[in-house]
């Protein structure tokens, strides 16, 4: 038995550095055994070099993209309103807390109580994840066309449809915040018109997205010319 390879009771290949350097080892003659062979058939294999370097040109464009940008802006202009009316909400809340010690909380209170935690919460959560989910998108999308890359095995359509549907929770949950807090209609109005302008273009961009997929429901698309009232 050769103790050297972890063949002894107890030994953990795993944590031995020695395994590792062996299994680097193998990859690297595999690695150098495809490019002889691409060789001799003419196949021009690109170096790591030029992979990588074609890697963070990907990254560039992905940035640069209207829709990430759109999605990292919609994230800022929700910091700066809550940041705005934070003391509305805590108003707000500091009544409801002051019913309940009066033991004044109706039904209709309390629905809008776990209402509004709610829809603060789903808002935190998807003003992130939107721009998130549509930079992979829209580089998944850039990396598909690149002679020198593996394809992502959708193109981007799994994200910009995440993408998506954070969207649309996050128009229904200011929809919401509009109904608690009527004096901020105007800044809420223009979330939500960024919102629908970076849906539309999500959609424009990715039309398969909302498409239903192995018994999946769609994204709902909204017509592009209908508005909020």
């Not at 050297?4 to 299994?23: E, I, K, M, V």
């Not at 009316?85 to 409801?96: M, T």
């Not at 105007?186 to 302008?197: A, K, P, R």
């Amino acid at each position: 038995m050769n103790e050297s390879t972890g063949d002894r009771p107890g030994h953990n290949p795993h944590n031995d550095p020695a395994f590792w350097q062996d299994l680097q080892e193998t990859f690297e003659n595999a690695l150098d055994l495809l490019h002889q062979l691409a060789d001799a058939q003419g196949i021009k294999v690109p170096s790591d070099e030029v992979i990588r370097e074609e890697e963070r040109q990907i990254d560039e464009r992905a940035y640069d993209h209207p829709l990430p940008r759109s999605a990292a802006e919609y994230a800022e202009r929700v910091n700066r309103w809550f940041r705005r009316a934070k003391s509305l909400i805590y108003g707000w809340s500091g009544e409801a807390a002051r019913a309940a010690e009066l033991d004044a909380v109706t039904e209709d209170l309390e629905r809008e109580v776990v209402e509004l935690q709610e829809a603060v919460q789903e808002i935190a959560d998807h003003r992130y994840q939107i721009h998130v989910k549509l930079l992979r998108a829209v580089r998944e999308r850039i990396r598909a066309n690149s002679p020198l890359l593996v394809a992502a095995r959708d193109a981007g359509e799994s994200s910009a449809r995440d993408a998506l549907n954070g969207i649309e929770r996050s128009i229904a949950m200011w929809m919401r915040m509009r109904e608690v807090f009527p004096e901020e209609e105007d800044g809420i109005l223009n979330l939500l018109v960024h919102l629908e302008n970076l849906r539309d273009g999500a959609v424009r961009e990715f039309p398969e997205a909302v498409l239903p997929r192995n018994g999946e429901v769609g994204v709902s698309q909204v017509d592009p010319g209908e508005r909020l009232s």
